[in-house]
T-cell receptor, first 110, second 117 residues
Framework: RKEVEQDPGPFNVPEGATVAFNCTYS??????FFWYRQDCRKEPKLLMS???SGNEDGRFTAQLNRASQYISLLIRDSKLSDSATYLC???????????FGPGTRLSVLP | EAGVTQFPSHSVIEKGQTVTLRCDPI?????LYWYRRVMGKEIKFLLH????????ESGMPNNRFLAERTGGTYSTLKVQPAELEDSGVYFC???????????????FGEGSRLTVL
């Protein structure tokens, strides 16, 4: 079993739609959680950290359920510019290394 | 402020040759990571430096890969001799160490694409 698993995708949604991505992780000692975004042929960039209480940044909402070892990302009112691959990232039990999920590709269509 | 820079951006070599990739992290970042993305696969950890010390090199595929970080500044990743399966994009990332359990936000370079023929 992979350490971090994500919805396989791709997700093709119309502009304005709401889309949700799911992620599960296997290491119960993982300490920090993130969503990164990677545009085609570009480097990953931090989208947002994920906190236990859940957090929101504009149209983006992240949730963490430690008991279920599950992380989610909700994007509301999708824009064309949201088209990218979304990477779920967790730190390992030493908190020093980042483990990446395979990513879920999103295409927002006009 | 300059971001993480990597060189070369793309390298095409033949099987058996040697390639050295370079990474200049953001100034002041003690953490430096190397990752690799092979076509169609997820980004995989290779190794982690804290300053000039190798903190974790458990992701290095084999002894054909050698990473160094002299003086705790830039880092090099040498592949010698290169094999076909080494093809992929090698990402370097750096972060500012906050605590031993909080490595800080990762900032990535644009990657070095390696093609082994």
């Amino acid at each position: 079993r992979k350490e971090v698993e994500q919805d396989p995708g791709p997700f093709n949604v119309p502009e304005g739609a709401t889309v949700a991505f799911n992620c599960t992780y296997s290491n119960s000692a993982s300490q920090s959680f993130f969503w990164y975004r990677q545009d085609c042929r570009k480097e990953p960039k931090l989208l947002m950290s994920v906190y236990s209480s859940g957090n929101e940044d504009g149209r983006f909402t992240a949730q963490l359920n430690r008991a279920s070892q599950y992380i989610s990302l909700l994007i509301r009112d999708s824009k064309l510019s949201d088209s990218a691959t979304y990477l779920c990232v967790v730190t390992n039990n030493y908190g020093q290394n980042f483990v990446f999920g395979p990513g879920t590709r999103l295409s927002v269509l006009p | 402020e300059a971001g993480v820079t990597q060189f070369p951006s793309h390298s095409v070599i033949e099987k058996g040759q040697t390639v050295t990739l370079r990474c200049d992290p953001i100034s002041g970042h003690d953490n430096l990571y190397w990752y690799r993305r092979v076509m169609g696969k997820e980004i995989k950890f290779l190794l982690h430096f804290v300053k000039e010390s190798k903190q974790d090199e458990s992701g290095m595929p084999n002894n054909r890969f050698l990473a160094e970080r002299t003086g705790g500044t830039y880092s090099t990743l040498k592949v010698q001799p290169a094999e076909l399966e080494d093809s992929g994009v090698y990402f370097c990332a750096s972060s500012q160490l906050r605590s031993w359990t909080d490595p800080g936000e990762l900032f990535f370079g644009e990657g070095s694409r390696l093609t082994v023929l």
